[in-house]
């Protein structure tokens, strides 16, 4: 019951307040059908832009561009939406021309809010390595040919990007393996240079020729041993002839004195002494010096008298000796000078010997930077192979490439607005407006019009109730001006309105200039930034 009668006094209250929600509601309904004639409409365009994989297999053909295909897109991306090429385009197509309070930057901001680039999957498949497969380049314009226009733009530029962009990378891959193939080169042919130059410094010293030193050595010391013997045995000689000579003079002169046969006899061993010592040494300088002091001692007198008392037979006997002994003494001193010359080559090849480690220590460093850099240019000969190959597929374009596969064409039909959306929508929220603003007006001014309301609000139960009576008077005003709103509405409205686009300006123009000075424009430029 009580609910009855709260639906009543609802529907009384809807009676009572009917101008208030006809008037707001229309109201409503007419500006959201208004907005909706002024939003320009919005194109869409797309284009589909396959990622094709390699032709050749990268087991017979491998390419040095690394980086994949949604790294690359967005290098492309980023390089698309960079002011000046967006300033290029919007010169090019003559954008944005009707709107004069724009600035550069602002039209610049709104066609990189305009282009989407979105990676998309063909039939469930990812890319080579986890890569794209493919994408789309959508563009959103209030003019389709120029969406369109902009759309395939993009896809051109995409598509001379990504063969400059590989190319690039594998001429720069190839170059650097250039570069480096032919400083390695210039490296070994320094380092060869120098252990030329190192051998031809140390050419008696190198390891390879030690064993031949050596050998060498020993024929040396087995030589000094021969001419050791073969000195010993001249010394022996000559001691033997310095006797014989000692004995034939005693015997020819037996009255000589005892200084003058020491003094003979020291001259005999001086002989035998050079024989095997040099001049230098000490035992020789000692006997040198005892002569010395005998000749100075013994008279030349005596000598030469002796000499002069000889008879011819022991004379010629005598000189024979003295040949003989000066015979010996000549190959003594040959073959002391061959030792001599033996010892210096000797000493020659030991210090080679001794030099021979130091010499192969840094052989074998220079061996093994050599051989260091050997593996390294044979390494990067061989990546430059490969780099020239890859060089060739991006020039052949056999390599990964991109391939348009669906071209922006103009649409036909607006992504938006949904103008029945927004008229649905703007009535929806204008008539709720209306109904609150209803309720707040019974609100502000409470008074009690029914039995009901009354025994709700004071529990006080009236004993008859008196409706309020219209007359007839009244009643075909009400409905005057119930008609005289419908027909307003349904046929007076429609009527000016066409009436005036046809006779005097196109609605769109005066939508636009109403826009314009009221400032709607500018918030319906903001939605079309947002959205």
């Known amino acids: 019951m009580e609910q009855a009668q709260l639906i009543g006094d609802l529907w009384r209250m809807f009676l009572r307040r009917l101008p208030i929600l006809a008037g707001v509601g229309l109201v409503g309904i007419l500006a959201s059908g208004f907005f909706a004639y002024i939003l320009p409409p919005v194109f869409q365009s797309e284009a589909k832009i396959l990622v094709e994989s390699q032709q050749i297999p990268d087991d017979l053909a491998r390419s040095t561009v690394t980086a994949s295909a949604s790294e690359r897109l967005q290098i492309i991306q980023q390089r698309l939406m960079t002011r000046d090429n967006l300033i290029r385009l919007i010169d090019e197509h003559d954008l944005y021309a009707d709107r004069a309070d724009m600035t550069i930057t602002d039209k610049v901001n709104l066609l990189r809010q305009a282009t989407i680039i979105q990676p998309i999957a063909l039939s469930g498949q990812r890319g080579r390595n986890g890569s794209l497969s493919a994408f789309t380049i959508r563009v959103i314009f209030n003019d389709p040919l120029n969406a369109a226009r902009i759309a395939n733009e993009f896809v051109t530029t995409v598509l001379e990007q990504n063969l400059r962009t590989r190319a690039e990378r594998a001429t720069e891959t190839l170059e650097f393996f250039d570069k480096e193939e032919q400083r390695l080169a210039s490296e070994l042919v320094a380092l060869e240079a120098q252990i030329q130059e190192f051998k031809r410094d140390n050419d008696k010293s190198l390891p390879e020729s030690l064993d031949f030193r050596r050998e060498e050595l020993s024929r040396l010391n087995e030589s000094e041993f021969e001419l050791d013997q073969r000195m010993l045995e001249l010394a022996e000689r000559r001691t033997a002839l310095g006797s014989a000579l000692e004995q034939a003079v005693v015997v020819q002169a037996p009255a000589r004195s005892q200084e003058e046969l020491r003094l003979r006899q020291l001259q005999t061993e001086l002989a035998q002494k050079r024989a095997i010592y040099a001049e230098s040494h000490r035992e020789i300088r000692a006997i040198q010096a005892q002569i010395s002091a005998l000749q100075s001692v013994v008279p030349v007198s005596a000598s030469s008298t002796a000499t002069d008392g000889e008879s011819p037979l022991q004379s010629a006997q005598q000189s024979g000796l003295r040949a003989q002994i000066a015979e010996v003494d000549k190959q003594i001193a040959l073959l002391r000078d061959r030792k001599e010359s033996l010892d210096v080559e000797r000493t020659a090849i030991q210090e080679t010997i001794a030099k021979t480690p130091g010499v192969e220590i840094n052989l074998n460093a220079f061996y093994r930077r050599h051989a260091e850099l050997q593996d390294r240019y044979g390494v990067i000969a061989r990546k430059r192979t490969e780099a020239e190959t890859g060089e060739k597929l991006e020039v052949n374009q056999q390599a990964e490439r991109f391939e348009v596969i669906e071209n922006a064409i103009p649409s036909d039909r607006p992504i938006s607005p949904n103008r ?112």
Do not use: N
Request: glycine residues 6%.
């Open 420 to 531: 029945k959306k927004i008229v649905i929508m703007g009535s929806a929220a204008s008539l709720a407006l209306a109904g609150a603003l209803a309720f707040l007006l019974e609100l502000m001014r409470p008074a009690l019009r029914t039995a009901g309301q009354m025994q709700r609000q004071l529990d006080l139960r009236p004993v008859i109730s008196i409706p309020y009576i219209r007359t007839r008077r009244e009643r075909r005003r009400r409905l005057a001006w119930i008609l005289g709103f419908l027909i307003v509405v349904v046929i007076g409205i429609p009527a000016a309105l066409f009436a005036i686009d046809q006779y005097y300006l196109p609605l769109q123009l005066i939508a636009e200039r109403l826009a314009e000075k009221s400032g709607l424009g500018e918030v319906i430029r903001l939605i079309e930034a947002r959205f």
